[in-house]
């Protein structure tokens, strides 16, 4: 006995202090993506026509003063139950909410209030209303001014992923505000762009119950020393070339580029808010992650460092039948339809639509 309780001590004392620095991870990551509150939301509902049995609306509200933001939900037309759990989809690069339709109506389907936003500087957020384009200036701009003033400043813009975070969690205010919802019940499934911002929200967030990133997870500080960051900034690659004639850097596409860009669009995302630190704090809520097997933006070494990292806070909080690994074989970067159909089970089994 002698023997075993300062072994228990010991054990106690670092869960402990992995606690304290999740907590702290947490802190130092709201108060980096921190905006100013609108005094209101100011929601905005209108009704669509009917199709296929579903309720729609067409929604806005203020994620900020001057920044609102768009979606659309779908219900299933029976009134009861009264309150149903939720589903948010999150489209990737240069898609839009509609994209994330189909899925949102499977979901409808299902018994579920499927729900679609576009991101910042997409869709409806943006002056085409299609691709890139805003997205990248934005980014852009943020590297500038960012650069100039230091990135740490308050309400500082962080387009790449950060700020999505923030809106998503006035996403859920809003969803809290909604008497078709319960606010309990509330999950998040992102794609690509997607897949990190929903990892990175329900990290920081615990209102999300269920999370399933999909083809988003990933060590961005592996893939900088592995070299293998290209795939991934090359889906913003214009920002990062106005970064670099910024920067007067003749050629920013290089590690050491790259990761002075990561410092002001997107702080410590290689650091401290890296895939392993962020995802394991999601335990012991529901989490699966959908990868393939051959996808260069989320190479499978860098996967396994963050769902390793996963596993053990899983392990440590006796939860390891919540953590869902799915890796689709012969697949780059996509979600396969039968990965979307075991989402939407594994959405069910534990949001209980």
């Not at 309150?83 to 949102?104: F, N, S």
């Not at 998503?168 to 019940?185: F, G, H, P, S, V």
């Amino acid at each position: 006995m002698l023997r075993i309780i300062p072994t228990l001590v010991c054990i106690s004392f670092v869960l402990s202090m992995l606690a304290v620095c999740r907590a702290d991870t947490k802190a130092d990551f709201l108060k980096l993506i921190e905006k100013p509150r609108a005094a209101s939301l100011a929601p905005q509902v209108e009704q669509l026509p009917a199709d296929e049995g579903f309720v729609q609306y067409h929604f806005s509200f203020n994620a900020e003063p001057n920044e609102r933001i768009t979606g659309i939900l779908v219900r299933p037309a029976a009134t009861t139950p009264a309150k149903r759990a939720a589903v948010v989809m999150l489209h990737g690069t240069g898609g839009t909410k509609m994209d994330e339709l189909p899925m949102v109506k499977r979901l409808a389907q299902r018994g579920f209030v499927g729900i679609a936003i576009d991101g910042r500087f997409h869709g409806e957020r943006s002056r085409t209303g299609k691709g890139s384009a805003a997205y990248e200036e934005a980014m852009a701009n943020a590297f500038k001014t960012n650069r100039a003033n230091s990135a740490l400043a308050q309400y500082a813009a962080h387009p790449f992923y950060y700020d999505s975070v923030w809106d998503l969690m006035r996403l859920i205010d809003y969803l809290e505000t909604r008497d078709d919802i319960d606010a309990k019940r509330i999950g998040m499934m992102g794609i690509s762009k997607g897949g990190t911002e929903t990892y990175l929200a329900a990290a920081v967030d615990l209102r999300i119950a269920v999370a399933i990133p999909c083809i988003g997870v990933q060590s961005f500080k592996w893939a900088l020393d592995n070299a293998l960051w290209m795939s991934r900034i090359d889906t913003v690659k214009n920002a990062l070339n106005a970064a670099g004639k910024e920067a007067g850097v003749e050629n920013p596409r290089n590690a050491e580029f790259v990761a002075k860009f990561y410092d002001q669009v997107c702080p410590e995302i290689y650091g401290k808010f890296d895939g392993p630190a962020m995802l394991r704090m999601i335990a012991p809520r529901p989490l699966m992650t959908i990868n393939g097997d051959s996808d260069d933006r989320t190479p499978l070494p860098g996967l396994k460092l963050c769902t390793d990292a996963a596993m053990k806070a899983y392990k440590e909080a006796g939860a390891e039948d919540r953590f869902v690994i799915r890796i689709q074989e012969k697949t780059g970067h996509k979600v396969n339809p039968d990965s979307e159909a075991v989402a939407i089970d594994f959405f069910a089994k534990w949001l209980k639509p």
